[in-house]
């Protein structure tokens, strides 16, 4: 049973760098795609960005100019670099496996696994 | 991005009921059509897949349907673990996108 554990400092300053992790245990990082996701106090969910286990990226345009993915294939982890936050920053933050359905001939994709998210918050 | 729409944005329905949740898409998506259940404190669910593909564990109570701009989620009759917020999330372009979510409380 594949599990997603994030970590990483609940409190972050303005204009500082918020710096996660997601470790994977269970399964290999090997041959997904694995997406951070994340949550504001009360709001809806934002994709912010995913990696391949190679290392290719693809992020959020809204987030793309402070966002960094990175994958550490030899620890099962993944990691987020966000720079410059703000309070609009604050949020739970999720990583989840994109996960690769069939059906009828034609690839989808869903995030079948996430992990119990972590709380960062953006304050001096 | 895609905008995704659903509605309603809150629902009290009974145990027993049959409940109806629908999901707009502002450009055709095909059947790249995701839903999500997520408990408060909880991290989303994914329920259903490709529009109608029920997720591996999930209980046969929940449906999906719908293809190009409009979707639904339909739950047979509402069980008391139900009660939770549901979310629809296209996989068709990137971004990813949610809609704003659906909550779902007891009557």
């Known amino acids: 049973q594949v599990q997603l554990q994030e970590s990483g400092p609940g409190l972050v300053k303005p204009s500082e760098t918020l710096s996660l992790t997601c470790t994977v245990s269970?399964?290999?990082?090997?041959?997904?795609?694995w997406s951070w996701i994340r949550q504001p106090p009360g709001k809806g969910l934002e994709w912010i960005g995913y990696?391949?286990?190679?290392?290719?990226?693809n992020y959020n345009p809204s987030l793309k100019s402070r966002v960094t993915i990175s994958v550490d294939t030899s620890k099962n982890q993944v990691s987020l670099k966000l720079s410059s936050v703000t309070a609009a920053d604050t949020a739970v933050y999720y990583c989840?496996?994109?996960?690769?359905?069939?059906?009828?001939?034609?690839?989808?994709?869903?995030?079948?696994?996430w992990g119990q998210g972590t709380t960062v918050t953006v304050s001096s | 991005d895609t905008q995704m729409t659903q509605s309603p944005s809150s629902l009290s329905a009974s145990v027993g009921d049959r409940v109806t949740i629908t999901c707009r898409a502002s450009?055709?998506?095909?059947?790249?059509l995701n839903w999500y259940q997520q408990k408060p404190g909880k991290a989303p669910k994914l329920l259903i897949y490709?529009?109608?593909n029920l997720q591996s564990g999930v209980p046969s109570r929940f449906s999906g349907s719908g293809s190009g701009t409009d979707f639904t989620l339909t739950i047979s009759s509402l069980q008391p673990e139900d009660f939770a917020t549901y979310y629809c999330?296209?996989?068709?372009?990137?971004?990813?996108?949610f809609g704003q979510g659906t909550e779902l409380e007891i009557k």
């Open positions: 989840a496996r994109d996960r690769g359905y069939y059906d009828s001939g034609t690839y989808y994709v869903g995030m079948d696994v």
């Open positions: 269970g399964g290999s990082i090997s041959s997904y795609y």
């Open positions: 990696i391949y286990y190679s290392g290719s990226t």
């Open positions: 450009q055709r998506i095909s059947s790249y």
């Open positions: 490709a529009a109608s």
């Open positions: 999330q296209q996989s068709y372009s990137t971004p990813p996108t």
